[in-house]
């Protein structure tokens, strides 16, 4: 065994950004597969030290445990204008925002709207899981129609609760969005594919040259009161008609693709 | 340069006083009396000259989390509005006292409540010295009385807001943002470079070098026990202001027999009452607290041995009155005069108030 244990065997490291905290995450929650990316991406593009992150209200609420760089705690819903002032105020930084669907979609709808449309030169980190997790399993802007949360127990009905809001498509509209695209972390294709783009929309903010948002469809096994496995499975039968995955646009495909790299 | 006396508005000396205090940041919302300071900036543009930055955010309430935002990067930034437009901003004051984070805010008031009215007023005296948002925590409140002052307090604003890593405001008026005085603006100052925000706040997000360990700038604490020595903590540090940092004006206090005690535009007003009051041969003197928290009750409480009854004049319905009778402990009368919903009283009517009351004591 003894001599197996070298550097050229090595296949997978935990990521030198990510700390020894004890994840207060649920099994089966997407959370911690999308920190690690996060954690990769930017000590990959050597930008540890240049980082601030701007973390939600929300399960999320405690990402500044967990990541190895400095970040500021906003207040429900603005974090897209709290990262505004602190790369406006440091552009040469890169900053992002790690954002929930209720923190993104609901309360904090207006600042994400103008923080893109302005085009900051932000990345917005999106977790998407149809359900408030970190106050119990409620209703979110996100949850799908028919979908049993606390808030809505007999399903989310549309004359009583309206429709699932499709923020990213939304955004997609404004002139200011450079990049915008929907993932998954539920199989390790997924999460090759994620941190692509997770490092595309790091690149592109780093460049100036607008806001990306990377959403993330995710589980919430506990809200969803599900095993792990029947998240997953959850997911790609319910969320993914609602949130197909893929780019939504990306500026950057018909003029550079050819030619940038 | 730095001598020479201009004729402005209030609003705009706030704007300059800011460029050349070397502020790196404003963010604001238009809203009537106080467009003029988000004006001035676009207009001066200063991003070409300090390096300042200058945003119009999409609603007061983000306007207040951009200057959040860049007080963690322990930033001098900025926001000013009025009254209802300070509503809005409760919630990212309250983050501020809670994550210890220095900022300036200018409530530059109108009349409400709600919708209210454009004109002067001072009804927000309460929401401003005695909470405004959730939790158990203090604003550093400034009140000028003049264009002078509402140049002179943007720099005693960040001092005392650096100072103590705490929200500070500068609660000014209709009156005295709209009217037009002479000046002298400080000199340009340069702002700080990142080297100097590294050294002189610690705490401050502009990236986490491999020398420390990460900065966390947040109000949250669930370990309650943890969370009661944070508010100790918080307690202890409003102390150490209201014990070091009180600001006030006596105008002929020694030998008087009434006083007025007033801010802001009510001051301006009841000085010129004191003056035709004095020409009648009735000794008033005008006391003027500068900061309103933290409040002079040492100073106020001393005079009522000295004066036989104290007038407050106020745009409000009476709300500093409150912190005038605790000073004095309603030892001796404490009478109030106010006009509301926007209406500014004259010194006349001032006078008659003051007649009023020495004919009942």
């Known amino acids: ?261 | 340069m730095a001598e020479e006396i201009k004729l402005m508005k209030g609003n705009e000396a706030i704007a300059h006083a800011a460029i050349r205090y070397g502020v790196d940041g404003y963010f604001g919302y238009p809203i009537t009396p106080q467009s003029e300071i988000m004006e001035t900036l676009m207009e001066e543009k200063p991003w070409e000259t300090t390096g300042m930055t200058v945003l119009q955010a999409e609603s007061e309430v983000a306007a207040i989390n951009m200057v959040y935002g860049g007080a963690a990067c322990g930033k001098r930034v900025m926001t000013s509005s009025s009254s209802p437009g300070i509503s809005l901003k409760q919630e990212g004051i309250s983050y501020m006292a809670g994550a210890e984070l220095p900022g300036l805010i200018v409530n530059v008031m109108r009349g409400g409540p709600g919708l209210g009215t454009i004109q002067p007023s001072q009804a927000d005296y309460f929401q401003t010295v005695k909470g405004g948002g959730h939790g158990d925590y203090r604003l550093i409140t400034l009140a000028p009385a003049s264009v002078q002052e509402m140049a002179d307090h943007v720099a005693l604003g960040f001092e005392l807001s650096f100072k103590y890593n705490n929200p500070a405001m500068i609660l000014s008026d209709g009156v005295i943002g709209q009217m037009m005085e002479k000046v002298i603006l400080p000199e340009q100052r340069p702002r700080k470079t990142e080297a100097e925000i590294r050294s002189e706040q610690p705490w401050a997000t502009l990236g986490k070098p491999a020398s420390r360990k990460p900065n966390i700038i947040t109000s949250l604490e669930l370990d309650s026990s943890i969370m009661e020595q944070n508010n100790i903590r918080f307690q202890a540090k409003y102390k150490t202001i209201e014990e070091n940092e009180v600001l006030y004006e006596e105008l002929l206090c020694d030998d008087a027999d009434y006083l007025i005690v007033a801010f802001g535009s009510a001051a301006r007003i009841s000085q010129k009452a004191v003056d035709m009051a004095r020409k009648e041969g009735i000794k008033v003197g005008l006391f003027r607290p500068i900061t309103l928290w933290p409040f002079p009750v040492k100073e106020i409480s001393a005079c009522k041995n000295k004066v036989k009854g104290i007038l407050v004049v106020e745009l409000n319905a009476g709300q500093m009155i409150e912190d005038v009778k605790l000073a004095v402990e309603c030892k001796i009368p404490v009478n109030h005069y106010g006009r509301l919903g926007g209406i500014v009283p004259t010194p006349q009517e001032v006078l008659r108030e003051m007649k009023k009351m020495k004919e009942t004591i």
């Open chain 1, 1 to 261: 065994m003894k001599d197996i244990i070298n550097p050229e065997n090595k296949v997978y490291e935990k990521p030198r950004l990510m700390n020894d905290s004890p994840m207060h995450y649920c099994p089966g929650c997407s959370h911690g597969v999308v920190h690690k990316l996060v954690a990769e991406v930017i000590d990959e593009m050597g930008l540890g030290e240049k980082t601030i992150g701007v973390a939600p209200v929300g399960c999320a609420v405690f990402a500044y445990n967990y990541l190895d760089i400095d970040w500021v705690e906003a207040a429900h819903g603005r974090a897209p204008a709290v990262a505004t002032a602190v790369k406006r105020l440091n552009p040469d930084k890169m900053v992002f925002t790690y954002q929930g669907d209720g923190d993104l979609a609901a309360i904090g709808t207006a600042e994400t709207i103008h923080a893109c449309n302005r085009g900051e030169n932000i990345v917005i980190i999106f977790i998407n899981n149809a359900i408030y997790g970190m106050t119990g399993g409620q209703m979110a802007p996100t949850t799908l129609l028919d979908m049993k949360t606390a808030t809505c127990p007999y399903g989310r009905n549309t004359s009583l609760n309206g429709y699932p809001l499709k923020i990213s498509d939304l955004l997609a509209q404004l002139e200011g969005t450079y990049l915008i695209s929907r993932e998954t972390v539920h199989t390790a294709p997924a999460i090759k594919r994620a941190k692509k783009m997770l490092r595309k929309a790091f690149e592109n903010a780093m460049a100036g040259k607008g806001s990306s948002v990377v959403e993330f469809v995710s589980t919430c096994a506990s809200g969803w009161k599900m095993t792990p496995d029947q998240a997953n499975k959850w997911m790609v039968e319910n969320m993914l008609p609602m949130y197909p995955l893929g780019v939504l646009k990306d500026k950057s495909s018909d003029s550079q693709h050819t030619t940038a790299k």
